[in-house]
């Protein structure tokens, strides 16, 4: 069961992976244009913020040395923040199909988050 001293420890963890991967793909591209820079980190951020939500899902919790359920959400949920703040920064310049994507990628990853969570908190529905 998540308590609080884990929420302590995995909602600090996302927001730092959040802040990292922002900062790297800034210096990532510090020496491009920024109408290149824009374009390269939304993509590179998107690509790391669906990887970290797969490798979230993949990391198995029956594992004896994969078996953090704050390690895993942490990553999970600093995947979704990624995702979100790629998406809201961009979502006036996307168009309808974009947002029609950026809508049922959201939506994936919520589910995904929320299947872990329930995993992790061993909810009986």
Known sequence: M???KDALIFIPFALLYNMFFHKMTEMLYKN???AESFKKSIA???AIGILS???GLLIIPEHPK???PNIRLGILIGGL???LSVIGNNWGNMGDMGKLVAIGVIIGCIIG???VWIDTVKLQF
């Open 53 to 55: 939500m797969v490798i």
């Open 32 to 34: 491009t244009n920024h």
């Open 81 to 83: 923040l990624l995702i």
């Open 44 to 46: 590179l951020l998107l």
């Open 66 to 68: 994969y078996n953090d």
């Open 2 to 4: 998540v308590e609080f």
């Open 113 to 115: 988050v929320t299947y």
